[in-house]
C-alpha cells in the first residue's frame, strides 16, 4: 500500500509505542497516528479511518480529524491568518491550516483576502508532494452550483466572490441547504466598489440567465433608487440654510460623486423626482425647497461660506 498525503484510508493499528502514541500498518511502511491525534480509545489489532498528512517535520503522519476537504475536494474554508510573502493559511478542521500561496491571489493587493473571509479552495500537492490550497474556479464550482430559479429576480441575496476581476466581479450566490450555491457575475458598472477576494456581499439579482446563472448588481433596481436617493437629497436640502444647495442639473459628474456618492445620472434622476412631487425648484446653478427662492441672495450667501 502506497500512502499519499491528503487521503482517507483504513489501517489497522499495529501497536502502542509511548509517549508517542500509535503505529499503524501502512504496508511497505508504518505511520504514526499521534495520542494527540485520537477521537477516541483505540487498541492494537482493530482497523481505524484515518487521514493522512505530513506533520511539522515533513513526515507522513495520521489522525482521526475529519478535514473539511480531502485531495482533490473542494471547499470554502476560513481565512485563519495572512502572510504578506508566503500567503493565506486557511482552517481545515484538523487544529493546522493550508497554506493558499501568494501566487494563487490576485495581482492588486486590495483585492487579497482578509482574516475572516472565506475562500473557495481545492487541495493539491506542491512539488515536492506536500499539501496546499488552489483557488477553485468555474470548473470545480460548476459541478457543484445549482440553476437559479426564476423566483429570485429582483430578489437580495448573500454572495461570496470567487473571482476578482476589473471588468466584474465573479460569486457564487448562497443559496441555503442546496449546494454551493448559483454561480453570478457582477459588472464593474453594477458595483459600488472593487470587492476582494473571499469577501461577502449582498447583491440583487438583476437577470436570470437561460444557462441558470444570474447577473448581479449592488444597487436597487432604478425605481427604488430613486426614491431614496430623492429622499437623501431632501433631507441635505431641509438642514442647508435657506433650503438651498449650490447644486443642480449642471454640476459635474465628479463633483456629485464626491459630495452625495451616486452617480450624475441618479442625481438627476431623483432631482427629476423632487421637482414632479413639487418639492423642489431650481433657478440657474441652484436647487431650492419649493417656496425658498424668495431667500435666494442669503441663501447663496450662505452657502458659499
Same mark, same amino acid.
Given at each position: ?36 491525534e485520537l477521537t477516541r480509545e483505540i487498541q492494537p489489532g482493530e482497523r481505524v479511518d484515518v487521514f ?40 481545515m478542521g484538523l487544529g493546522r491550516q493550508l497554506l493558499l500561496p501568494i501566487r494563487e491571489l490576485p ?18 500537492? =506542491?512539488?515536492?508532494? !506536500? #499539501?496546499? *490550497?488552489? +483557488? ?5 464550482? /460548476?459541478?457543484?452550483?445549482? $440553476? &437559479? ?9 448573500t454572495a461570496r466572490v470567487y473571482k476578482p476581476l476589473q471588468m466584474g466581479t465573479f460569486v457564487i ?54 426614491? =431614496?436617493?430623492?429622499? !437623501? #437629497?431632501? *433631507?441635505? +436640502? ?5 433650503? /438651498?444647495?449650490?447644486?443642480? $442639473? &449642471? ?55
Amino acid at each position: 500500500m502506497s500512502l499519499i498525503a491528503g487521503t482517507m484510508v483504513e489501517l489497522e493499528v499495529s501497536r502502542e509505542v509511548s509517549p508517542y502514541g500509535y503505529f499503524l500498518n501502512g504496508g511497505d511502511r508504518d505511520v504514526l497516528l499521534h495520542y494527540s491525534e485520537l477521537t477516541r480509545e483505540i487498541q492494537p489489532g482493530e482497523r481505524v479511518d484515518v487521514f493522512i498528512f505530513f506533520d511539522t517535520e515533513d513526515r507522513l503522519a495520521a489522525t482521526m480529524k475529519k478535514p473539511y476537504l480531502t485531495l482533490g475536494e473542494t471547499a470554502q474554508l476560513l481565512v485563519a491568518d495572512v502572510h504578506p510573502r508566503l500567503g493565506c493559511f486557511l482552517e481545515m478542521g484538523l487544529g493546522r491550516q493550508l497554506l493558499l500561496p501568494i501566487r494563487e491571489l490576485p495581482e492588486m493587493k486590495e483585492l487579497h483576502p482578509q482574516v475572516g473571509d472565506y475562500v473557495y479552495v481545492m487541495m493539491e500537492h =506542491d512539488k515536492q508532494g !506536500r #499539501l496546499r *490550497a488552489k +483557488l477553485a474556479g468555474e470548473k470545480e464550482l /460548476a459541478p457543484l452550483a445549482f $440553476d &437559479a430559479p426564476q423566483s429570485w429576480l429582483n430578489q437580495w441575496f448573500t454572495a461570496r466572490v470567487y473571482k476578482p476581476l476589473q471588468m466584474g466581479t465573479f460569486v457564487i450566490v448562497d443559496g441555503g441547504v442546496l449546494g454551493f450555491g448559483a454561480i453570478g457575475m457582477i459588472h464593474s458598472s453594477e458595483r459600488t466598489r472593487l470587492l476582494r477576494l473571499g469577501e461577502e456581499v449582498r447583491v440583487r439579482v438583476s437577470h436570470i440567465r437561460e444557462d441558470g446563472r444570474v447577473n448581479l448588481s449592488m444597487v436597487p433596481r432604478k425605481e427604488v433608487g430613486r426614491t =431614496d436617493d430623492a429622499d !437623501r #437629497l431632501l *433631507a441635505f +436640502l431641509k438642514e442647508r440654510p435657506g433650503g /438651498a444647495m449650490p447644486y443642480s $442639473d &449642471a454640476t459635474p459628474p465628479e463633483i456629485i460623486k464626491q459630495r452625495f456618492g451616486i452617480s450624475k445620472s441618479a442625481f438627476k434622476r431623483a432631482l427629476g423626482k423632487l421637482m414632479k412631487d413639487g418639492l423642489v425648484t431650481q433657478k440657474e446653478s441652484w436647487t431650492y425647497l419649493a417656496g425658498n427662492q424668495g431667500t435666494a441672495d442669503s441663501s447663496q450667501e450662505e452657502g458659499k461660506k
